[in-house]
């Protein structure tokens, strides 16, 4: 599944839930995965330009270019390269289709929950926010306490 954040990074969660996640500029990316043995994520950052010859990982960046050239296209979004990229990345850790609405969970734990007729709203635990995004794209933000 490839996804383009609000922040202009754009990611891959792959079958084998390995995930790749490439900053806006399009110059770095970091892999991750679990390690045998490990519980939290091992990200290991590379620049476009030199990274390990290995044949899966190969692939995989090409799956990341394609989504990153495709998702960019399809939501008329500048790919803008004046922005420093940002040192951690955020990255979808956890995703569920339903027949309604397609949930993420991401690294930073917010939660969002796409709706198929469009809507969206986004759960920011930290921030103690409710997002919602109506029909016609409007936000508007809740605090927590009140939306409950």
């Known amino acids: 599944m490839g996804y383009l954040l609000s922040d202009g990074s754009t990611g891959v969660y792959f079958n084998d ?3 790749i996640i490439m900053d806006k500029n399009g110059e770095n990316f970091e892999y991750i995965e679990k390690k045998q043995g490990d519980r939290a994520d091992v990200n290991t950052p590379y620049k476009l ?10 692939k995989k960046v090409t799956l ?5 050239n495709y998702l960019y296209a399809d ?3 500048e790919l803008s390269k004046d922005t420093p990229a940002e040192s951690a990345y ?9 027949k309604h609405a397609i949930m993420f969970r991401l690294s930073n734990k917010i939660v ?31 605090p927590l306490a009140s939306a409950l």
Not at 49 to 58: A, C, F, V
Not at 90 to 98: A, V
């Open 17 to 19: 839930s390995t995930k």
């Open 49 to 58: 330009s030199n990274y390990p010859p290995e044949r899966e990982l190969q």
């Open 64 to 68: 990341l270019q394609h989504f990153r």
């Open 75 to 77: 939501s008329k979004a």
């Open 90 to 98: 955020c990255y979808g850790k956890k995703w569920m289709k339903t």
């Open 112 to 142: 969002q929950v796409n709706f198929t007729d469009k809507t969206e709203i986004i759960l920011s635990s930290e921030q103690k926010l409710v997002t919602y995004v109506n029909l016609k794209g409007e936000r508007s933000e809740h």
